[in-house]
Each structure stands twice: as C-alpha cells, then as structure tokens.
C-alpha cells in the first residue's frame, strides 16, 4: 500500500470522525441551504440575522464576524445588501462614537419569523433517525470537542 493510499484507504479512528462530522454537517447544510433558495432567500445573510437575533437584536460588527467566521472588512461587504433590504441597520455605538453597532430591523426579525420555523422543520426532518437521547449524547459530545478545540 502506497503511503497516500494508507491516508486515504485506512485512516486513524479521529480522521473517520472528523470526515464523518463534515459529511453530516454539509448534507445539513445543503438541506437548508436548499430550503432558503427555494423562499429566494441566500442562507449566509439568514446566518447573520439569526446571530444579531442571538444577541438580543444588536451587535458589533467584530463580533458578528467571529461568529461566522469572516474578517473585519468582509463583514462590512456582507452586510451592505442586508441595509439595503432594510433588514439591519447600522448606528453609532452609544457609548463609544468610534464604534457602529448593528441591529436587526423589524423586517428582519419578520423574515426571520416567517421562514425560520419552516427552516427547522427540514432540518429535524432530516435528523429524525436519531432518538431525544442520542440527540443529546450528540450535542454533548460536540460541545465537550468544541471545548477542548478552543482551549
């Protein structure tokens, strides 16, 4: 066996988890990616409003870009065609005028309202083959990876 063929063939027990996990996670994802399209809707600017609703309706623009994992300069570029959809809106930050804080507006929580709970359903519809328990075995086992991953 050649040595690529070893890597590719007969991984070690932590390469089949981790191409497990992302096979699942980009099935998921194409699941509701597909929802999304399917409502003319782009899914990565539903990933933003759904983390500036997580915060309670308002947040830096730094911290929305560690959360989805884009720098600084692209989140501004991301964000532009949620202003212009009046879906967020941009402000100067009460307590520090050098920073802009980002809000929800009401037509984005109203999206998020109408489409969300359609959104979900697909997702639970393609996760019904696991059972309550193992659902929660699975969320703690991600949980404790993510843990010991951002030490």
């Known amino acids: 066996m ?4 070893k890597y590719v063939l007969n991984p070690p027990l932590h390469t089949q988890a981790f191409f497990s996990l992302v096979d699942a ?22 990933r933003i409003l ?6 309670g309706g308002s947040i830096l623009p730094s911290v ?6 884009v720098t600084k300069p692209n989140i501004s570029l991301l964000l532009i065609p949620l202003e212009n959809e009046g879906l967020i809106r941009r402000a100067t930050h009460p ?26 359903q ?3 519809e393609q996760m019904k083959g696991l059972e309550a328990q193992e659902l929660d075995q699975l969320i703690a086992l991600l949980t404790k990876l993510n843990r010991s991953i951002n030490k």
Do not use: C, F, M
Request: charged content about 20%.
């Open 2 to 5: 050649s040595d690529l063929q």
């Open 25 to 46: 996670t980009a099935n998921l994802v194409g699941v509701s990616e597909k929802y999304w399209q399917s409502k003319g809707l782009n899914g990565a600017r539903i």
């Open 50 to 55: 759904v983390e500036i609703a997580k915060e």
């Open 64 to 69: 929305l870009a560690q959360k989805i994992g």
């Open 95 to 120: 307590k520090d005028g050098r920073k802009t804080i980002i809000s929800i507006t009401n037509e984005g929580q109203s999206l998020l309202l109408n489409h969300l709970p359609g959104n979900r």
């Open 122 to 124: 697909g997702i639970a």
